[in-house]
């Protein structure tokens, strides 16, 4: 008796990131600060980024999901810190 030896699954094909980035009609650079603040699944083959379409549409899924049901809050204004820009001359005495 032999033991059969699992194989991960490989899926059929893996879009690039320029394709990616065609596919959601937004530059590359987006595509890349997805892949850097982690919120897409994504795999490092090399030095190349490639991307499962199941994963790309369980991400649009949530991103979806999320803009429908949790509004987010406006960010409040709170003022500058520091001193004001463009002041140099406010406070002075005039010689």
């Known amino acids: 008796m032999s033991e059969r030896t699992s194989t991960p699954f490989i899926p ?3 879009w690039t990131a320029p394709q990616l980035a065609d596919y959601l009609g937004k530059p590359i650079k987006f595509v890349y600060r997805l892949t850097h ?3 897409i699944d ?3 083959i090399g030095k190349e980024l ?3 379409p199941e ?3 369980a991400f649009l ?3 979806h999901y999320e803009a429908e049901d949790e509004p987010t809050p ?3 204004n709170r003022p500058r810190r520091g001193r004001p820009r463009n002041t ?5 005495a005039a010689s």
Request: proline share 4%; charged share 40%; aromatic share 8%.
């Open 12 to 14: 059929r094909e893996l």
């Open 55 to 57: 994963h790309v549409a």
């Open 50 to 52: 490639r991307f499962d």
């Open 74 to 76: 406006a960010e409040p």
């Open 42 to 44: 994504h795999y490092v």
């Open 37 to 39: 603040e982690r919120r």
């Open 88 to 92: 140099h001359d406010v406070g002075r």
């Open 61 to 63: 899924g949530e991103a």
